[in-house]
T-cell receptor
Framework: AQTVTQSQPEMSVQEAETVTLSCTYD???????LFWYKQPPSRQMILVIR??????QNATENRFSVNFQKAAKSFSLKISDSQLGDAAMYFC????????????FGAGTTVTVRA | EAQVTQNPRYLITVTGKKLTVTCSQN?????MSWYRQDPGLGLRQIYY???????DKGDVPEGYKVSRKEKRNFPLILESPSPNQTSLYFC?????????????FGPGTRLTVL
């Protein structure tokens, strides 16, 4: 079974600064997908960014970018120019390329943005 | 609008009183799942369904039942709820297409079992 570990329960960042959330995962598979989801106080799960394991290039979506280190099984999320609306819980998630009906989630990191 | 709906959004009940949380999607997705979210544990899959009449256990199925009689609906049934089932529940759906890796989540159901 795949396990996803987020070692930072909480992170705080000053508005306009950068924060990096860490995520590591354990798998024996070579083909898989990784995701970061945002959960604001509304509880809605919002997909922030996705990474395909066979792609070496790190994914970016506007102010959000990842650092994908396949050999180290690491998948960190960088939020640049943090905004008040970025305050939320962020979940890292793993999906096998072969078991595509299941996401395995980390415990989550709560991000607070200071004005 | 593509969406997954869940009802109710909030529910307070007592131990042993059967309840059903409904889930419906309008995207004709084959895959549907139920997850529960608990502090410090993230989201864990309870049950999933790959199509009508095809369901299977996820990681934490004890105390839950599901059914998939129609493609759009995937209700979660707690026949005898207990306090340890107090949690935030999410329904999710996804197309079977291997390139379609977007999971659509419902708005969540906050369940409290007293």
């Amino acid at each position: 079974a795949q396990t996803v570990t987020q070692s930072q329960p909480e992170m705080s960042v000053q508005e306009a600064e950068t924060v990096t959330l860490s995520c590591t995962y354990d798998t024996s598979e070579s083909d898989y997908y990784l995701f970061w989801y945002k959960q604001p106080p509304s509880r809605q799960m919002i997909l922030v960014i996705r990474q395909e394991a066979y792609k070496q290039q790190n994914a970016t979506e506007n102010r959000f970018s990842v650092n994908f280190q396949k050999a180290a099984k690491s998948f960190s999320l960088k939020i640049s120019d943090s905004q008040l609306g970025d305050a939320a819980m962020y979940f890292c998630a793993y999906r096998s390329a072969w078991v595509d009906y299941k996401l395995s989630f980390g415990a989550g990191t709560t991000v607070t943005v200071r004005a | 609008e593509a969406q997954v709906t869940q009802n109710p959004r909030y529910l307070i009940t007592v131990t042993g009183k059967k309840l059903t949380v409904t889930c419906s999607q309008n995207m004709n997705h084959e895959y549907m799942s139920w997850y529960r979210q608990d502090p410090g544990l993230g989201l864990r899959q309870i049950y999933y369904s790959m199509n009508v009449e095809v369901t299977d256990k996820g990681d934490v199925p004890e105390g839950y039942k599901v059914s998939r009689k129609e493609k759009r609906n995937f209700p979660l049934i707690l026949e005898s709820p207990s306090p340890n089932q107090t949690s935030l529940y999410f329904c999710a759906s996804k197309a079977r297409d291997v390139d379609a890796d977007t999971q659509y989540f419902g708005p969540g159901t906050r369940l409290t079992v007293l």
